[in-house]
């Protein structure tokens, strides 16, 4: 028998029946012991058909669990990577969102997924995060690390950030922009993305530096190696500015530094067969879709 948590922070009323037939399907053919995260416990109407626990913490789920499900989009599988931390619980994700280029399993596909995990199917896909050093971070936020991104920007005004850069301690540049970004090969596809900032494959063992809104027009995105750490300090007329880890967001003042490393753990992601990055990113990007092909 197997322990598997779900994951999720809210359910639609559409995507309700989704949810159903992934807890029917876990338990018919899995036999498993099912763990819900705490907040979908008002969908009553759904969940008091099955023997079903309750999680609310890492704590709770630490050692207990054999895998996770996402059921969301890409931003529930950034928050279920608060949710596992270092535990090295491998993470599926099902797509109850819009894009979904970490949560790329359909949900027309769950049996599909259910048998692949059935029959361990599957590869784990092991992507790097970063990890923030700041003791003011530290102490509001006990998660300071992230899968996609870390970012320093400006928070209530109009004008730009001074933020200067430092690899090895060695000076890289001053930037005067809205903000920078460092991201990881998985982060490269979201926010770095929209900013132009190159696609990076998994494993690459790269991150990338990407300016948001240059004042300077030769500045371009930068890949460095992920063995190096990143020194940031930065400054507004405000006198504070925010850095954000993924989703999560912190208020420094001005000048405040923050030293950016590769972090010590990975993030196990469950990939079924035909379902790789690559085909991701053809299918979300629309590649291949001209009709000279």
């Not at 970490?102 to 896909?125: P, S, T």
């Not at 967001?249 to 990939?271: G, P, W």
Request: net charge neutral; charged share 20%.
């Amino acid at each position: 028998m197997r322990n598997i948590a779900i994951y999720g922070k809210s359910i639609s009323d559409f995507n309700l029946k989704f949810l159903n037939n992934l807890i029917k399907c876990l338990i018919i053919e899995l036999n498993a012991n099912i763990y819900v995260y705490q907040k979908l416990k008002n969908h009553k109407s759904i969940l008091d058909h099955f023997d079903i626990k309750f999680f609310n913490s890492h704590d709770v789920i630490s050692g207990k669990i054999d895998l996770l499900i996402s059921f969301g989009g890409d931003g529930t599988l950034l928050d279920t990577v608060t949710m596992i931390k270092n535990s090295n619980i491998p993470v599926l994700g099902i797509n109850a969102g819009r894009l979904g280029f970490l949560a790329n399993i359909n949900q027309d596909d769950i049996l599909l997924a259910v048998k692949a995990l059935k029959n361990r199917d599957y590869n784990l896909d092991e992507r790097s995060l970063l990890h923030v050093e700041n003791q003011i971070i530290l102490s509001e936020n006990n998660s300071n690390f992230a899968l996609n991104e870390i970012t320093v920007h400006k928070k209530d005004s109009s004008s730009m950030l001074k933020i200067e850069a430092f690899l090895d301690d060695e000076f890289l540049n001053t930037y005067w922009a809205d903000g920078l970004i460092i991201a990881t090969p998985t982060g490269s596809t979201a926010y770095s993305l929209s900013c132009g900032g190159p696609i990076i494959i998994p494993g690459s063992n790269n991150f990338v530096i990407t300016p948001i809104s240059p004042h300077n027009l030769n500045l371009r995105p930068m890949v460095v190696g992920d063995n190096v750490s990143i020194k940031l300090k930065a400054a507004s007329r405000e006198s504070f500015f925010l850095v954000s880890m993924d989703s999560r967001s912190v208020t420094l003042e001005n000048n405040e530094e923050i030293l950016i490393k590769k972090a010590d753990f990975k993030l196990q992601l469950i990939e079924l067969p035909d379902h790789n990055f690559l085909k991701t990113v053809r299918n979300k990007l629309f590649w291949g879709k001209d009709s000279r092909n």
